[in-house]
């Protein structure tokens, strides 16, 4: 959702970027063309801390045990007046002699937009069946059953590397012009 949003604001900044050029001249466009790839960094970067990172990679090392599922649910949360469905899966896993609660799915939460599709997503789910989660060694009440994904990271950290060369290919054209020009 947060990176549809990125998206359509980098194209909409990009149409204020042609229509400036043909207002402005070359520099005044310029300053803001870099101006506005640095507000665009800034929200990949944003986005990519949402997404905690570290926390997706070390999810990787996580002990896998067996729990219960306890309980499931449906939440419903409003965003642009569109009902959105979020799975809750309540379980209980065992280690040691600690009985721990849960209802973390994974990092990046499931969110569905039909009842149908959610239905489907829960009945993996049953009340009572036993499913494999993931606990944390270092901190054993924190839990998942699915372990992040990792390639959505590596997608935004290359787009974040070119809009990065990007802006400094940009520096130096501008460098180059004003000193050789």
């Not at 949003?5 to 043909?22: P, Q």
């Not at 803001?32 to 070390?58: A, D, G, T």
């Not at 209980?92 to 009985?99: S, V």
């Amino acid at each position: 959702m947060y990176l549809f949003k990125i998206i359509k604001i980098t194209i909409f900044l990009t149409i204020i970027i042609l229509l400036l050029n043909l207002i402005l001249d070359y520099y005044q466009t310029f300053n803001i063309l870099i101006f506005l790839l640095i507000l665009i960094s800034i929200h990949f970067i944003l986005y990519i801390v949402k997404l905690n990172p570290f926390k997706i990679i070390n999810s990787y090392n996580w002990i896998e045990i067996e729990a219960k599922v306890i309980e499931h649910k449906i939440n419903i949360q409003k965003i642009n007046n569109k009902n959105i469905l979020i799975p809750v899966i309540k379980y209980k896993y065992k280690i040691k002699d600690n009985i721990i609660y849960s209802e973390i799915y994974s990092f990046n939460t499931p969110k569905f937009y039909s009842k149908f599709d959610v239905n489907n997503f829960l009945s993996l789910f049953e009340v009572n069946s036993l499913i494999s989660v993931y606990y944390n060694p270092k901190n054993i009440n924190e839990s998942i059953i699915e372990k992040g994904n990792f390639l959505i990271i590596k997608k935004l950290i290359l787009l974040f590397i070119i809009i990065f060369f990007i802006f400094f290919s940009l520096l130096l054209k501008e460098e180059y012009i004003t000193t050789y020009m």
